[in-house]
């Protein structure tokens, strides 16, 4: 990527590469700044190879600061800006990270007091640098609270920078899992399975230097590394950034802008059509999502409102992509399936006891090939886990797949509600729920019941100014045929749903609120 970089700001320097509100980064001061930074990491001695944990707001600061660190042969740990202290201690840990990238505040932490006491617990936190605002020249940047301001390298750095600059195979990033389930995993990234990834994107969604991107993911995770760091810069097309995600805030920056391929999961696409009104988005030709099931009304209303076609990969932030829809693709493929599986990444279904079940039929997908990681960093456990014996690494869905190649998720081994024996699909019952046009979000969690031993219980997020009764769901599921397994025993109103650090909705901490809500008779 620093090599792409550093050629766009000598064929099109002053493009513009990043937008955030008012603010733009071209190509030469793309190229420029992280030059910059990395030289500040190579005068802080810090090693090739070393991890650096980067807690930065969403914005154009956090790719200058992951380019910064290829260039500097350093390892990135690529922090969500949601994560808390015990989360950032996690995966400093994990990571063993040597030094930490921040601004002097994040969200309510004071950076310089949790470098402190990252130290006082025994992690190797050498060094902690700390910057106000964006990324820029000679605005000053701390280290270890000594003013080191950032200045682009001398001769002597650029000749070190040279040598010490990773390849398109070296590990460059460590990201986490989202969180959903318990602590995060570290995943390891080399450039060679995104840049493999472009390509399919490219292709997928007729893609060029013509369009304008908009991501709405955080930057550190997978979905957010190609829409906004890869996929763009390869292009050399601009990419549009929000700090937080806000959905009249997104719609506004494409009008503005006039984006032609945004990127949300659906939480996000779904929260968005509400905010559509009379904005213009004439220009929006394609939505990238995924993530979670895609719900096929909202898709297609979305669709319908902006004139644009929802795609999607189907994988993991370990797995990269098992299949994708396609421009080419017809709304049914694009809104009820997962698309047709990428021939190169080998797709095979596996039953409960990781058997390989067949090319076809219903199991876990398990896949090898170009686009997946090399696995979890540190953790043979957790690797265990997501590989079989012989090398396949598993998904956590229940899938089906058609003799014409077509994947449909119709659950995930650990998002099943076990009632009297029955399995229960969380997702099912989720795109169920949202159906109600009073939902505007929806999550689908076991509540303990002493009979059945767990009943749907239906979390959601309404409409501003809507209500909505657990009589009045049911009737609305009854009246469109859902079968009665798919019906929620138990409904709970809340004014926002809990997001992980992905921007997925949290449902470990959902199922924990229920259990705890529904464990007592009077609960119940």
Known sequence: ????????????????????????????????????????FVRADLAPGDRIAVLLPDGPGVHVAFVATEKA????????????????????????????????RHRD??????????????LPV?????????????????CDGEDARLALPNDAERRALAERRLGVGDLFLLNSTSGTTGLPKCVTHDQARWNHFHRLAVDAADLSERDVFLSALPAPFGFGIWTAHVTPTLLGAPTVLLPQFDAAALVAEIERHRVTVLSAVSTQFILTLDALDRA?????????????????????????????????FYGSNETGALSRTTLRDTRDVRLRSAGHVIPEMSVR????????????GRGQPGCRGPLTSAGYWDDDGANAQLFTADGWMLTGDIAELDAHGVLRVVGRTADIIIRRGKNISAPVVEEAVMSHPAVALAAAVPAPDPVFGER???????HRGAALTLEQLVAHLRARGVSVESWPERLIVQGELPRSSGGKIAKAALRETVAQRFSSAEGA
């Open 109 to 122: 932490l004071d950076t310089r007091a949790l470098a402190a006491r990252l130290r006082a617990g025994g």
């Open 126 to 142: 050498r060094h902690h640098f700390a910057i106000e605002g964006e990324v820029e020249l000679d605005r000053p940047l701390l």
């Open 280 to 312: 213009d988005v004439s220009s929006l030709r394609v939505l990238f999502t995924g993530g979670e099931a895609v719900p096929y009304e909202r898709a297609a209303a979305f669709e319908d409102r902006t004139g644009a076609c929802v795609l999607q």
């Open 456 to 462: 749907v219980c239906a979390v959601v997020e309404l």
């Open 73 to 104: 042969g350093l390892v990135a740990l690529g922090i969500g800006p949601r994560a808390g202290e015990a989360e950032i201690r996690h995966l400093v840990s994990r990571s063993g990270a040597t030094a930490l990238l921040s601004r002097a």
């Open 1 to 40: 990527m620093a090599e792409v970089i550093d050629a766009q700001a000598g064929r099109i320097p002053d493009a513009i590469a990043f937008a955030a509100g008012d603010a733009t980064l071209s190509w030469r001061e793309y190229a420029a700044r992280s030059d910059a930074l990395a030289a500040a």
């Open 349 to 360: 279904l596996f039953d409960a006891e990781r058997r390989d079940v067949t090319a076809s």
